[in-house]
């Protein structure tokens, strides 16, 4: 039995993640960090809905972000700006 699940697959050649804004896109650490701390928010922190578990995440990301001004440049990992798109076959 399981609660919640993640996978990533940054190395997959259909799947290309570009921005849709002026930052550039999320770096894949990010989007780890993300995922990882929505799925804590809904595993171990009660938030009853992914859109709880995503706004928790989002405030999770406001510290490394501040810790790090690079970052600023990029979208954070949760998006909704970085998407993944399918690439032209």
Request: glycine fraction near 10%.
């Amino acid at each position: 039995m399981f609660d919640d699940l993640v996978v990533f697959n940054f190395g997959n050649p259909k799947v290309s993640y570009r921005s849709n804004t002026e930052r550039l896109p999320a770096e894949p650490y990010n989007m780890v960090f993300h995922e990882l701390a929505e799925s804590y928010a809904k595993t171990d922190g009660g938030m009853a809905t992914c859109g709880e578990g995503h706004g928790e995440a989002n405030r999770r990301e406001e510290k490394p972000r501040d810790q790090r001004p690079n970052l600023k440049h990029h979208n954070t990992g949760g998006g909704p700006r970085t998407r993944p798109s399918q690439r032209d076959k």
